[in-house]
């Protein structure tokens, strides 16, 4: 049954297109997964689904409401995980979470259940004393997501959760979610991260450029680039015009190159390994590793785009 529909929405800002002409469903239940970089109008879709800015163009319905007429009621079941720190500093844990559950009407003995709760699902209950200035980044955001759990939504919206934060912060967000998902809560989950996509979700949109490029399980995307291998190079130094070399050789795809690290789509790697290798060294380029990977969401994105997510 689909929970949330998106049907032809758009987004523009004067010639800019933030959104464009985005259509899909989202499953009750299901964990959602939209990928992509930074700047693919993931942010403004989310906004314009949680009733924050008003579309361009198109309809979103949840549960069979209509964003634009039934407002109130959507807000009810939607809870907002927002990319940016949405706390008050100088307040504590508790007493943020306290003011977030006053605006969403909860009061009482309720109102202190419900905090009590957040704070044993964000693992911070020894910290509910503690202002919000004396955490750090990962702390901050795990109390962030449970704000917008403070009133059991069906369906929680996360906006790049785990950006800048440390490794046992962001394992525990991501241990939350499977948890939040296996008790039966709707999840979109948006990032550029794709290891985290593609451990987490159970459905993924692919974005770029405001579009929906491509939509599926892990397993239908992957199959885009059946019979696709991922040759992945560390170099110490560059030589730019041997990469327009590479790009020419047979059963070369894409190629992409970030800090050191290349990447090299192929249909058949042992063919054409020992010729990248050759050209490589020929042109003086020194290798550090090699590496070569089956395809995964990355290499998706590269070869749908011919870019790297972290392009």
Not at 191 to 203: A, V
Not at 267 to 290: F, P, R
């Amino acid at each position: 049954m689909s929970y949330i529909q998106i049907k032809s929405v758009s987004k523009k800002y004067g010639d800019l297109t933030a959104v464009d002409n985005i259509s899909f469903e989202i499953k009750e239940g299901e964990l959602f997964g939209l990928l992509g970089p930074n700047g693919a109008g993931k942010s403004t879709l989310i906004s314009i689904i949680t009733t924050l800015i008003k579309p361009s163009g198109g309809q979103i319905l949840v549960n069979g409401l209509d964003i634009k007429t039934k407002q109130s009621e959507v807000k009810k079941i939607l809870g907002l995980v927002p990319q940016d720190i949405a706390l008050y500093p100088t307040l504590t844990a508790g007493e943020n979470l306290a003011f977030w559950g006053k605006m969403y009407g909860l009061g009482g003995r309720l109102l202190k259940e419900r905090v009590k709760e957040a704070l044993e699902i964000a693992g911070l209950s020894d910290r509910a004393k503690n202002r919000i200035d004396s955490f750090s980044g990962g702390m901050k955001r795990r109390i962030n997501i449970a704000a917008a759990l403070l009133h059991k939504p069906k369906v929680l919206i996360m906006d790049e959760p785990t950006v800048g934060i440390d490794p046992q912060s962001r394992n525990h967000i991501l241990e939350t979610v499977q948890k939040l998902n296996k008790e039966g809560m709707t999840v979109i989950y948006t990032s550029h991260y794709m290891e985290e996509i593609e451990f987490l979700c159970s459905y993924i949109g692919i974005m770029d450029h405001g579009k929906i490029i491509a939509m599926g399980t892990k397993e239908e995307l992957r199959k885009l680039v059946s019979n696709k291998d991922v040759i992945k190079i560390k170099l110490t130094n560059e030589n730019d015009a041997v990469f327009n070399t590479i790009k020419k050789l047979d059963n070369v795809d894409n190629i992409t190159f970030i800090d050191g690290d290349l990447s090299i789509n192929t249909g058949n790697a042992d063919t054409v390994l020992a010729k990248i290798i050759s050209t490589l060294e020929n042109a003086k380029c020194k290798i550090q590793t090699i590496n070569i990977e089956q395809s995964n969401l990355e290499s998706v994105f590269l070869h749908l785009t011919g870019r790297a997510l972290r392009d």
